[in-house]
């Protein structure tokens, strides 16, 4: 099959021809119809994530079964499938009590720590493949099992999101933000968008995002985000960036009882004072991809038209470096993606 590999962490991944996957007994092959890239894929490639290289990269899949194991009963080959990002041991108590994002035994990422879907085809558990939904195209799914199950878990069960909200999205015209404005509004409330540029905060405007700042526009944001909530603040902030200076504009955000939020993958600390967290029952927390059961729920949502992709840029699968090339020139809005025929 056609793959494109990664040879070292940090290098670029090139063509080569590779076997085709075999599946084990309880795993399965899929024809790979469609894929997403996004930044994370790129700090996947420069080895932020761990894994072994060579590897071929990938996780945001949908296509079609085409063979499976000897003790696979639950896909059969013609099902459409979407993948699951992570790979789990299904026994700690975090995967069986339903938040298997925190698995204690995890093996890892799919396209870091094993072979994924930037290749003509992908073998993986079969725990890691699920049903699309009739009617929701490949594409969508595959941006389904990243860009928007990461929003559906962060806004459902880590931000608890109610139509009284105001929410704020830092980084909002990002490939998982643009996304999130969605998600938010879904589940009734009003957002507003922050990032860097207006063409960003166009887009996220575009999405249903009801105000707007841009951080290069305003000299304090958190006076900013007041001004916009009666001087209140938000019920819920949301920090795709994930660096310290994000966090603290999220955390000063919040009004009584707002949940501030890391989904991004940054760095840095912030100081949180007890006295006004403990009068004013705030809360500190974070959000880490979604379970399988959030990423179904994702799947119907966006089958029934409540959120939609946003693809900035689309090539076929060879060509994925150019969109990376996209990704750090800053040129790509919403998120890339990868075409197989
Ligand atoms: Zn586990």
Known sequence: MKAMVVQKWGEKSVLMSRPDPKPGPREAVMRVRAA??????????NGSFGGEAPRIMGHELGGDIVEVGSDVTEVKVGDRCAVYFYLTCHRCRWCRGGRETLCEAFKGFVGVHRDGGYAEY???PVENFLHIPQGLSYEAAA??????????????????????????????????????????????????????????LDLARQWGADYLINVKHESDLVAAV????DGAGVDAAIDYVGHAQTF?????????????VVIGVGKGDIAVPTRPLMLSEKIVTGSRHSTRTELIETLEVMARGIVKPVIGMRTHFTEIESIFDAIVSEKLLGRGALTYD
């Open 36 to 45: 997403g890239v996004g930044l994370t894929l790129l700090n996947m490639r």
């Open 122 to 124: 992908v073998s993986l």
């Open 143 to 200: 941006m389904a099992t990243d860009a928007v199950n990461t929003n559906w878990h962060c806004m459902k069960e880590r931000a608890r999101i109610n139509p009284h909200d105001r929410v704020l999205l830092i980084g909002a015209g990002g490939g998982v933000g643009i996304h999130g404005v969605q998600v938010a509004k879904a589940f009734g409330a009003q957002v507003i968008a922050m990032d860097v540029s207006d063409e960003k």
């Open 226 to 229: 007041k001004k916009l909530t």
């Open 248 to 260: 603290q504009v999220a955390f000063d955000s919040l009004t009584t009882s707002g949940r501030a």
